[in-house]
């Protein structure tokens, strides 16, 4: 389960340079960005449409600077803060993550990204506590949210409850029927309950 960057979109320079990317052009596609943050040194958009090209390109450190610098020009950049935690989780920094995404949440408390990306960090952090809490508040801003359901279901496999993982899974392939993963995620529970009730025997 990849974490969630937010893919807004505030203007047409990012539609242009992924037009590029699309065709295998991704030196053209930084090129024209670069040549959209030159003509609006201040946009905290074009900025930030640079950084998130760049960590479409799996280049984290222009990726990290340009998300910056957004967020320099403007504070309150959702988007930019909440690209940039996940950012900083990729380089190996979950507690720079942390402080990033509580920003989110103080601008926007029904962020339900920053909630989800923020159980991530916490869960590498070893705090199942807190990354089930946000969790739960991520359940609570949208009840049924797959990804939420998926990490909920899997962050009880972990702590050895695979009923409760089973119940959880079932209930993500009964709200998504459509989605494979939902119900991969039941059938290996399914099994590592059924390993549990013969070890039990």
């Given at each position: 389960?990849?974490?969630?960057l937010?893919?807004?979109?505030?203007?047409?320079?990012?539609?242009?340079?992924?037009?590029?990317?699309?065709?295998?052009?991704?030196?053209?596609?930084?090129?024209?960005?670069?040549?959209?943050?030159?003509?609006?040194?201040?946009?905290?958009?074009?900025?930030?449409?640079?950084?998130?090209?760049?960590?479409?390109?799996?280049?984290?450190q222009?990726?990290?600077?340009?998300?910056?610098?957004?967020?320099?020009?403007?504070?309150?950049?959702?988007?930019?803060?909440?690209?940039?935690?996940?950012?900083?989780?990729?380089?190996?920094?979950?507690?720079?993550?942390?402080?990033?995404?509580?920003?989110?949440?103080?601008?926007?408390?029904?962020?339900?990204?920053a909630?989800?990306?923020?159980?991530?960090?916490?869960?590498?952090?070893?705090?199942?506590?807190?990354?089930?809490?946000?969790l739960?508040?991520?359940?609570?801003?949208?009840?049924g949210?797959?990804?939420?359901?998926?990490?909920?279901?899997?962050?009880?496999?972990?702590?050895?409850?695979?009923?409760?993982?089973?119940r959880?899974?079932?209930?993500?392939?009964?709200?998504?029927?459509g989605?494979?993963?939902?119900?991969?995620?039941?059938?290996?529970?399914?099994?590592?309950?059924?390993?549990?009730?013969?070890?039990?025997?």
């Amino acid at each position: 389960m990849d974490d969630r960057l937010d893919r807004t979109e505030p203007c047409t320079g990012l539609q242009a340079a992924l037009l590029r990317l699309q065709v295998g052009d991704p030196t053209g596609a930084v090129a024209h960005l670069k040549a959209v943050v030159k003509a609006q040194p201040d946009s905290a958009d074009a900025q930030y449409n640079l950084a998130l090209l760049y960590t479409r390109l799996g280049r984290l450190q222009p990726a990290r600077t340009y998300y910056r610098k957004a967020i320099w020009a403007d504070p309150q950049h959702i988007p930019a803060l909440n690209n940039l935690a996940v950012v900083e989780r990729r380089l190996g920094r979950p507690r720079a993550g942390l402080a990033l995404l509580e920003r989110v949440l103080a601008l926007d408390p029904q962020h339900l990204w920053a909630c989800i990306n923020m159980s991530d960090l916490w869960l590498e952090l070893n705090d199942l506590g807190r990354a089930q809490e946000c969790l739960n508040r991520a359940l609570q801003i949208q009840p049924g949210n797959l990804e939420a359901l998926l990490r909920q279901g899997t962050l009880r496999a972990h702590l050895g409850d695979q009923a409760g993982a089973v119940r959880i899974f079932a209930e993500a392939v009964r709200l998504h029927p459509g989605r494979a993963q939902p119900r991969r995620c039941l059938q290996q529970s399914l099994a590592a309950l059924q390993r549990g009730c013969r070890d039990e025997k």
